[in-house]
């Protein structure tokens, strides 16, 4: 994306695909049969994956490739290939090093095995596989390691996707799971063509867990699973009354089901334990290491909520993210809504329908305002209003009325006016969560922006941001809720709004901790990762995983670990405090591996979203470069965006060992080249351009430390930005005519020649160019794909009976437009949608009907046997509905159900109880 001469790259995220396929004939290899073997320890989950293909009936020598996803914050550790009786084990090594090895063996007809990351897809994987000879089978084999998510702060997660992500398969099913769903189809369909593709092949899956606490609970949602206590009984299936330190999951091969290919594996797995802080010690006898030997991984899930597991687990089941139990943040929310010219239209009017669906689903007792902004900025309220019916309607009322009328788009005028005031500068001290909400298509300069959200950061302010449109500018408004520690989500010109709606109010109601630091009595630190003062805050699904390298040359043995932080919610300190001796420390290179990936991943965040501090690690470094980073990733053999996987023959691991010991540093040249790339003008206000050797410097920071000693100032790490301004007008629509593109190229020359620029802006004028042909042909394409979408839509439409088709019905004047269609149980009757009961929503949770909505809920012929007043009987009917008819819409609708929930129970009336006893007569009066 390209804002006013700053051109920035944001790599995409693909749906999930694992394929091998006939680079010429683009035609998918078979896939036979697919094992996972997941170990599950503290902190971390190690995935190894073993596939077989259908090649022995090839009769000619071909080239494969392969493709395989995972997620960005995984690090890939290990390619093995076997072809045939010969084992082809993968070597890290310098990405263009490993290009040459690969051109150069396939040129003298050797069989070569490469494997590197997509260059514009980050969590995209391509293998090639050169000079396969024929007659041969094929066994593929990689390893990563992925940190589990978590769930509610009661669970653990671990999920293994499909080999291809069915959206694929079908493109109207991938335009509705991604705004960039034009590029990811078009992505794979350049290299494969996955229609051929057959499922025959059966997956299987082996989860070992030794989190060294012991387990109490261990479900799937998606899979019948055998628990065992020992992997070599698999016949003796356990129940988990009794915890066990290891526990083995596999597949039930009573159950079909199980082993069906292109079936995405969850587990939800828990302990007594689960709350409590851990620590693990492992060490690495890598020679190339011994500064940073020893690794200390402590973790930690805050417990937030009290309530029973199973209803923990029930809300997984039902898609709900916020129990019905859940304890919520209050505070102020201020919604910023874009009014600008380049809104008109959808945009402006999703932008409208989300900021509805925000004002109903809010909390009570909180506080709120709404700004629109363009040129101007304009405050519905002077000051902010208390959520209460009379504020609702008289705020949905000015909603409604509002168009895309204020000129140009200046969000740093409207994020100072209506967050970054005096008032704000007075308040620092105040306990106050802010929640702001920015709807916006992103089309302003971005660096000023963060730059003013990043200054006044603060655990109780956060920004989510919501971009609308397929031409929003994802760097600033997936940027801006990094740094204001908040969420971003991303919403198409032709995709669904509310459920992504729902899911940014839903994290900005989580408790909170704040004010982390650490204390320790380790001798000579080198790394923390990520230092723990640069944690604003941990909320709700989050565990706080922290990493502390140093080396051989301690000599304490009982270490002693504390973590500060502090609880808002509660207005206290917290402490927790892990002991644990070196003499314990284990041989285990997948901490030190993963510790190593996050350290790549921040360094290449860093550069990516062109910051001048890093400050998420603390390091004793004096810089770090390019250099370092490959290094890394050689000396631990894991993959970057820097290093490839190039494969050589050898007998066994033992040989492979030793021949990475041997090629473990890359070619002085390469670092020659960087130095010299670099230059000698280091002043971080000339530009630079991105293709040129950029180094992360660090100020040189002594971080030993003494018993019981706190860390003090974080590191200060110094980069040169890679930024140029120019005089080009932003551009706001895309160019539609050909003929303006010879003008476009004529405004290049012409600001050149204006500007006086060094050959490093012609570069970048030059680079942003190519990019903007290179969206012009993504535009074409995502046309094309929506040709696709019509077409198939068309003709599902036309072998619709003329009798199912609905007539439009007027909505109320409060309502959720663009909405799913509403479901039809009878040819005669028309079922309501779940919007058009969110808008007799009330501020205080209960449901006011209108007689239209009444009769359609048919609420006359269900008898009210308890005898609840007026308001109380068709709110618990109107949930009755949602939960029997809307259910494909339940992320839309899920804090209004637990906002309703709550205003029940505060009248005495236990819902759940009723609806256990009456929800079955109310489905039958809607059957036939």
């Known amino acids: 994306m390209k804002k006013n001469g700053l051109s920035t790259i944001t790599k995409k995220q693909a749906q999930p695909i694992i394929v091998c396929y006939d680079s010429k004939t683009k035609l998918p290899i078979e896939l036979k049969q697919v094992q996972y073997t997941v170990n599950i320890q503290p902190g971390l989950a190690v995935v190894h994956i073993c596939q077989i293909y259908s090649t022995e009936q090839n009769k000619d020598q071909c080239e494969l490739e392969y493709l395989f996803t995972i997620d960005q914050n995984s690090a890939v550790t290990k390619m093995i290939v076997e072809l045939g009786d010969q084992k082809v084990y993968g070597i890290v090594k310098e990405l263009e090093e490993a290009k040459k090895e690969y051109e150069k ?88 063509n996955i229609q051929a593709m057959k499922l025959n092949y059966k997956q299987n899956i082996t989860v ?89 991984t402590l973790t930690l899930i805050p417990k937030f909520n009290e309530f029973p597991i199973d209803d923990a687990y029930q809300s997984y089941i039902n898609g709900l993210n916020l129990s019905q139990y859940s304890k919520i943040q209050k505070g102020c929310y201020l919604f910023f809504i874009d009014r600008s010219g380049s809104m008109e239209g959808i945009r402006i009017e999703k932008a409208k329908q989300s900021l509805i669906l925000f004002l109903k689903s809010l909390p009570e007792d909180c506080t709120f305002n709404v700004i629109s902004f363009g040129s101007d900025v304009e405050k519905m309220f002077d000051i ?98 990094e740094v204001g520690n908040g969420k971003c989500q991303l919403v198409g010109d032709n995709e669904d709004i509310n459920s992504k709606v729902i899911d940014l109010l839903e994290d900005s109601l989580t408790y909170y901790l704040k004010g982390f630091s650490l204390i320790h009595n380790i001798d000579k630190i080198s790394q923390i990762i990520p230092d723990p003062k640069s944690i604003t805050q941990l909320k709700k699904n989050q565990e706080l995983t922290l990493q502390i390298l140093f080396s051989k040359k301690q000599k304490k043995e009982n270490l002693e670990f504390k973590i500060n932080c502090f609880d808002p919610q509660m207005n206290k300190q917290i402490s927790y405090e892990v002991k644990m001796n070196l003499n314990s420390s284990k041989e285990n290179e997948y901490f030190h591996k993963i510790a190593a990936h996050r350290l790549i991943r921040y360094y290449e965040k860093s550069i990516s979203q062109q ?157 942003q160019k190519m990019a903007e042909e290179e969206d012009s042909e993504d535009l074409k394409f995502q046309s094309k794909c929506k040709k696709m979408v019509e077409e198939e839509d068309s003709e599902k439409n036309y072998s619709q009976s003329e009798s199912q088709k609905q007539p439009k019905k007027l909505l109320p004047k409060q309502s959720i437009l663009c909405a799913p269609k509403p479901k039809i149980l009878q040819e005669d009757q028309q079922m309501l949608a779940y919007f058009e009961l969110i808008d007799c929503m009330q501020a205080n949770g209960s449901f006011l009907l209108e007689i239209h909505i009444e009769d359609s809920l048919k609420l006359s012929k269900i008898e009210n046997k308890y005898h609840l007043e007026d308001l109380c009987w068709p709110t618990v009917v109107s949930l009755f509905y949602l939960e029997l008819f809307c259910q494909d819409s339940k992320s839309s609708w899920q804090l209004i159900y637990n906002k309703a929930i709550n205003y029940l129970q505060k009248k005495g009336v236990n819902y759940f109880q009723i609806k256990t006893e009456c929800i079955s007569d109310y489905r039958k009066l809607f059957q036939n």
């Open 105 to 192: 063996g396939i040129q003298e007809g050797k069989t070569m095995v490469l494997s590197q990351e997509d260059s514009k897809i980050s969590n995209i994987k391509k293998v090639k596989i050169g000079c396969l000879s024929p007659g041969k089978s094929l066994k593929i084999q990689f390893e990563y390691i992925q940190q589990l998510q978590v769930f509610l702060n009661q669970f653990w997660k671990l999920e293994l996707s499909s080999m291809v992500d069915t959206s694929y398969l079908v493109v109207n099913k991938l335009k509705n799971t991604s705004k960039n769903y034009a590029q990811q189809y078009s992505f794979v369909k350049n290299h494969v």
């Open 384 to 481: 902010e209003q208390a959520y209460n019916q009379h504020t609702l309607n008289q705020a949905i009322k000015q909603v409604q009325e509002m168009n895309a009328d204020l000129g140009g788009t200046d969000i740093l005028k409207a994020l100072s006016q209506g967050i970054y005031n005096e008032n704000y500068q007075k308040n620092k001290h105040h306990s106050e969560t802010l929640n702001a909400f920015l709807l916006t298509d992103g089309e302003d300069s971005p660096q000023k922006i963060i730059k003013l959200v990043s200054k006044n950061q603060r655990p109780e302010t956060r920004i989510y941001t919501l971009g609308i449109g397929n031409h929003c500018s994802e760097y600033l408004v997936q940027t801006l809720a």
């Open 611 to 767: 910051a001048k501090q890093m400050d998420m690690v603390m390091i004793n470094e004096k810089c770090i470069k390019d250099l370092d980073i490959i290094n890394l990733s050689l000396q631990n053999q894991i993959l970057c965006s820097k290093t490839a996987f190039i494969c050589e023959v050898c007998q066994n691991e033992q040989n492979l060992q030793a021949l990475i010991k041997k090629k473990l540093t890359i070619n002085k040249s390469y670092e020659e080249n960087n130095e010299e790339d670099e230059g000698e003008d280091e002043d971080e206000d000339i530009p630079k351009s991105t293709n040129k050797g950029m180094k992360l410097c660090l100020k040189k920071k002594n971080i030993q430390t003494s018993n019981k000693m706190i860390m003090n100032q974080l590191p200060k790490q110094q980069m040169l930005m890679c930024c140029f301004q120019n005089s080009r007008l932003k551009q706001k629509k895309c160019k539609k005519v050909a003929v303006e593109e010879d003008s476009d190229d004529l405004m290049l020359e012409q600001n050149l020649q204006k500007m006086g620029e060094d050959e490093d802006l012609m570069f970048e004028l030059k680079s």
């Open 208 to 296: 070992i867990i030794n989190m060294q606490k012991p387990i109490t609970y261990a479900k799937s949602p998606t899979h019948s699973i055998v628990l065992n206590s020992d992997i070599n009984v698999k016949e003796k299936q356990i129940d988990l009354q009794t915890p066990q330190n290891q526990l083995i999951i596999t597949l039930d091969t009573n159950d079909p089901e199980n082993m069906a290919p292109n079936k995405k594996f969850e587990l939800l797995f828990s302990s007594n334990d689960v709350n409590n802080p851990y620590a693990i010690l492992s060490h690495t006898n890598n020679d190339a290491l011994q500064h940073i030997k020893y690794c200390a």
